[in-house]
């Protein structure tokens, strides 16, 4: 009988994955269609599948392909608050409330932020009256732990969840706010602590280790969170794996999940070694992730952290407690220094997906985090709310947080939180094949690791095939200068030692060229030599201008001209660069007669516009071309070297 009654089951799934075999071999019989038209070839002459040719890879090496369907549906990940955890750490989140909306105090003393601890506890006030609901306090700058009583007069330290910065003085800060969490006025009635209301001590001695920020001994940090859990429990939190410090010195994804979760794991078993039992030790544990303006890759991270660290929980004997506690912050490395503006965007894409992706805590910085405090030309005021309001746009209005684990069921979400987990995992498993994360940082792997993955991303990068919108696509060459003295432009608030931000390699061309405006009065520039009608060539002119203004370079086009127009034009522009730009036909026909006029006209470097095949065969053709694809940072900085062979120091200009 039981088999009977499993067979029209077996029948029907068997019928059902035919069905979805058949659709997708439909759509990829269409797909090659289109390619092998794209590319003048017979479908049977493609190189590879259509889903091969359509899909693209990340960082992490996972592939993203062009369809999910079904046939990629995987098992499911429980619900919201139950192991694995996929789908949130907190079973009672209030969905009127969402993730807490988490502000960063303490930073800077400079323009319109607080200077004295009254002020910033104002502020504080202010800001939670204005939608705040989570405090990050950092130490060191315009606050220090006396002031911490202040600068919490007035918040209720039940219902705030409070996250420490305090570097070197981690340890008096923390035992500080414990004091005036212990002084505070008993609330008339209490509720056990969750995800929302947890204390956060801050501490993260071996992710700072790496990143070289300042941070206290990690076994004096162990000894405190064998005190706190013997009295707070669950409610305090002393560790907080920063993510952060790995991912803005250039880590992708899966290398940031992997060496957290291994920073993470030599925490709990310190604490095993100090006394405590797994469960403590798991609940001494938060997690602070990088989040950037890939909001998938952002909604799987998230994801995909709560399933590694559940199977950590699981292994060690306490999955009842092994939900991760996860405070999303925006990545600095994706801020631009020029054209700032453009980071509120990337500041919303990443919110969103953090608030997708489950996060418990976001933290978003303002648009000019990656100005120095002196060269910000906004007030602190309108920077904290700009980027305050940013999640509060997304919570109260489009009402993202109402729904817990919103992507999940989605085949391309699931896919890609399974792939990045096993990415990160195998991560964490090469560590711990090598001693675990203290040795793997003693012995450098791990600084080896990220400098790879660094690399990976300015490869990408210079050849602009990840795009930074204002920096290596679409630059305004005109950008008024960030007006500070160059010396002042060193070190950003709240950043790491290694912070390796995504434009840096185009912004530093960029600061050659303001400085060499400042020094001349005209920026480098390259006359630009248009064949044929404005039809023909406006598409080669634009992607030369646009990416000559990447460099800080100006582009000067006289318009449409012929040979006998060049000795005029190059006279005029009085540089010793041209780009010949045109169609393939209009270098059949013109070009090397373009290119005599401009070798005549005393232009000693000639580039093509375009692929250098395009050019006519001969015995002369242009010194270089300028295409999609070419490594654009040599390139520039080639011609700006070509331009500008000497010229005023620069040393003091914030890459």
């Keep these: 009988m039981p088999a009977q009654s499993e067979q029209p089951e077996q029948s029907r799934s068997v019928s059902s994955r035919s069905g979805l075999d058949e659709a997708y071999d439909t759509w990829s019989h269409a797909a090659a269609a289109v390619l092998a038209k794209s590319r003048r070839v017979e479908v049977d002459e493609l190189p590879d599948t259509p889903e091969a040719l359509l899909s693209t890879r990340t960082r992490d090496g996972l592939a993203i392909r062009p369809l999910y369907t079904r046939r990629d549906e995987t098992a499911e990940p429980g619900v919201p608050g139950q192991f694995p955890y996929v789908r949130g750490a907190d079973p009672a989140r209030d969905v009127l409330t969402g993730w807490r909306v988490t502000e960063r105090f303490g930073d800077t003393a400079l323009g319109d932020d607080p200077t004295a601890p009254a002020d910033t506890n104002s502020a504080v006030l202010d800001a939670m009256t204005n939608g705040t609901s989570g405090l990050w306090l950092t130490l060191g700058g315009a606050l220090t732990v006396d002031d911490i009583p202040t600068v919490l007069s007035g918040v209720y330290l039940d219902l705030v969840p409070i996250t420490l910065d305090a570097g070197a003085a981690g340890i008096e800060a923390a035992r500080a706010l414990l004091g005036v969490r212990d002084a505070a006025t008993p609330a008339t009635s209490t509720a056990p602590p969750t995800a929302a209301t947890t204390l956060s001590l801050g501490l993260s001695p071996l992710t700072a280790a790496y990143s070289g920020r300042a941070t206290v001994a990690a076994d004096a940090a162990t000894a405190l969170a064998v005190d706190v859990a013997a009295e707070y429990g669950r409610a305090v939190r002393t560790f907080r794996v920063d993510g952060t410090d790995f991912a803005t010195a250039g880590a992708d994804n899966g290398l940031e999940l992997g060496l957290s979760v291994a920073a993470a794991l030599a925490h709990v078993r310190d604490l095993a070694q100090a006394g405590l039992a797994p469960a403590q030790a798991l609940e001494q544990i938060s997690f602070a992730v990088s989040i950037d303006d890939d909001q998938f890759a952002g909604i799987a991270k998230l994801r995909a952290l709560r399933r590694i660290w559940a199977r950590v929980a699981d292994v060690v004997g306490a999955p009842e407690v092994g939900a991760a506690l996860t405070h999303a912050v925006t990545d600095l490395s994706m801020y631009s220094q020029r054209d700032p503006w453009v980071n509120m965007l990337r500041s919303t894409i990443a919110a969103f997906g953090a608030g997708v992706g489950g996060a418990d805590q976001v933290t978003v910085l303002g648009f000019d985090a990656a100005l120095p ?47 990045l987990a096993a990415n990160a995992w195998a991560v964490f498993g090469d560590l711990e094949r090598r001693g675990g994360y203290h040795s793997a940082l003693e012995s450098g792997w791990i600084a080896d690791r990220v400098a790879e993955s660094l690399a990976t991303r ?85 992607f030369v201008t646009n990416l000559l203004a990447a460099g800080g370079i100006e582009a000067v086009n006289p318009g449409p001209m012929d040979a ?12 010793p660069i041209a780009v010949l730009c045109g169609t393939r036909q209009r270098y059949a026909d013109e070009g090397p007669t373009a290119l005599a006029a401009a070798r005549a006209a005393g232009l000693t470097r000639v580039l093509l516009a375009g692929p250098a095949k395009e050019w006519p065969a001969g015995d002369d053709g242009p010194d270089a ?3 999609v694809g070419i490594d654009a940072v040599t390139a520039l900085t080639d011609l700006f070297d070509r331009l500008v062979p000497t010229e005023p120091d620069t040393s003091g200009v914030q890459a």
């Design 564 to 575: 006998t127009g060049v000795a005029d034009a190059a006279a005029a522009a009085a540089t």
């Design 373 to 419: 405090a002196d060269a910000r030309t906004s007030g602190a005021r309108f920077s904290r709310r700009m980027a305050r309001n940013t999640q509060l746009v997304l919570l109260e209005e489009s009402n993202i947080g109402r729904v817990l684990d919103p992507a999940g069921g989605s085949w391309f979400v699931e896919s890609l939180t399974d792939d």
């Design 625 to 627: 071309e300028l295409r």
């Design 458 to 542: 300015d490869i990408e990068v210079a050849h602009r095939r990840q795009s930074v919108t204002g920096v290596n696509e679409f630059p305004n060459l005109d950008e008024k200068p960030i007006a500070t003295p160059a010396a002042s432009m060193t070190g950003l608030p709240g950043a790491s030692p290694r912070l390796a931000r995504v434009g840096r390699a185009f912004e530093s061309l960029r600061d050659r060229s303001d400085t060499h405006l400042a020094a001349t009065g005209t920026r480098p520039r390259i006359l630009l030599l248009p064949l044929g009608s404005v039809a023909e060539h406006n598409g080669r002119t634009t």
